[in-house]
């Protein structure tokens, strides 16, 4: 066990349930906030951690404490969080707006007494995963793209992504991205991206992303006022950025909508995989902080699906996997690639912050 998990306790599996596996996420998702420059939702997630622990009951706490899934996986304490995220941003609840601006005060009473007043707003948070779509995890993408580009696979892209929420990633080709001095993308562009870069630049290669589609059960439509204002009580408040990125992605959907279906991971990968491909194009599977909330039955047909497509792959239509998600012991986002024909193991070309700030390239 490193430090990063002393510090934090006991790492549970991603799919244990039980009361102690909502004690634990709770602590756990504390500790990833922090490690993740966001003291403020910490301190949310931790006071509503207190106010469980503590006697007070209603319908929203006894549904948390007997959680019927696994609290980890499910995200649950990101549920609550954002809840109450939502009232701070719809204005009312005072004393929310101080531990919002970072003010002192006994946090556990306030988010308990807010709890147990606004329980009929704060039920339906629960009733599904947190939507935290994220601009500035393109940049992985990107990066990711550029290193093949120098691995001599094709440098013209078809990329299809599982668990696109409201699909802000399928625009990332309306981008523009300097990466560790490397830059792509059109100059006038919906979103310019700088990442504090560590190490290496990548490869400065020419790309280009000649079409994106993704999925989700559950997709959100951006042009709708209120399921972008759902978006945004997802954001973590210290990273006011986000709120600028999101405002940004709702104007370029209205002015062209990304392709996005409602399926699940395993029904949306079968079918394109299954779909032609043409000759000097890299066909790429792609995701960020998504992985956890897919099924075990459909991960195991994705990635069925995937390396049975890559046994097929040619050097002239190679398949890529590329994945940004969380490594749940060390607080980090890991990006792996694989690609075939030539090398179907997974490789940590580098990792990254959790909505963009940095990343830090280790493939050299």
């Known amino acids: 066990m490193d430090l990063q998990q002393e ?5 549970p599996g ?7 596996a909502v004690t634990d996420a709770f602590r756990l998702q504390v500790a990833y906030c922090e490690a993740n420059s966001a003291p403020i939702t910490a301190r949310v997630v931790s006071a509503i951690g207190a106010v469980l622990a503590s006697d007070a009951s209603n319908a929203l706490l006894e549904r948390v404490r007997r959680w019927q899934g696994p609290p980890l996986a499910d995200a ?3 549920r609550v969080a954002g809840g109450l995220h939502s009232l701070h941003l719809a204005g009312g609840e005072p004393a929310l ?13 306030v988010v308990g007494d807010v709890i147990m007043r606004r329980e009929a707003e704060m039920l339906p948070w629960l009733d599904g995963p947190p939507q935290t779509n994220e601009a500035g995890r393109s940049s992985n ?9 120098d691995q001599g696979l094709p440098t013209k892209f078809e990329c299809f992504e599982i668990g696109s929420s409201a699909g802000i990633n399928l625009m990332m080709d309306r981008n523009f991205y300097d990466l560790g001095g490397v830059t792509t993308g059109p100059e006038a562009s919906v979103m310019a991206f700088k990442p504090e870069w560590r190490g290496p630049p990548p490869p400065d ?16 439509d951006l042009t709708d006022p209120a399921q972008a204002l759902r978006l945004k009580a997802y954001i973590w408040p210290e990273h006011t950025i986000r709120f600028d990125r999101m405002d940004a992605a709702v104007k370029a959907a209205h002015e062209k909508a990304p392709r ?25 599977l792609m995701h960020s902080i998504v992985w956890q909330y897919v099924p075990d039955d459909q991960q195991q047909r994705v990635t069925m699906a995937m390396e049975e497509a890559g046994a097929r792959a040619t050097a002239e239509r190679p398949l ?32 990254a912050h959790a909505h963009g700030a940095f990343v830090e390239w280790l493939a050299g």
């Open 7 to 11: 510090q934090a306790g006991r790492v």
């Open 14 to 20: 991603m799919h244990e349930t039980g009361q102690d």
């Open 76 to 78: 649950l304490p990101l």
């Open 97 to 109: 707006d101080a531990i919002y601006q970072g003010m002192g005060g006994n946090d556990a009473d």
């Open 141 to 149: 993408f990107i990066a990711a793209m550029l290193w093949l580009a």
């Open 205 to 220: 290669r020419d790309i280009q992303i000649i079409s994106l589609e993704g999925c989700d059960v559950a997709p959100v």
């Open 260 to 284: 996005l279906v409602k399926m699940n991971a395993a029904d949306f990968i079968e079918s394109r995989l299954a779909s032609p491909q043409d000759n000097g194009v890299t066909r790429v």
């Open 320 to 351: 890529v996997w590329i994945s940004v998600e969380a490594n749940r012991a060390t607080h980090v986002h890991e990006l792996k690639v694989r690609h075939w024909p030539g090398a179907p193991e997974p490789q940590l070309l580098g990792v």
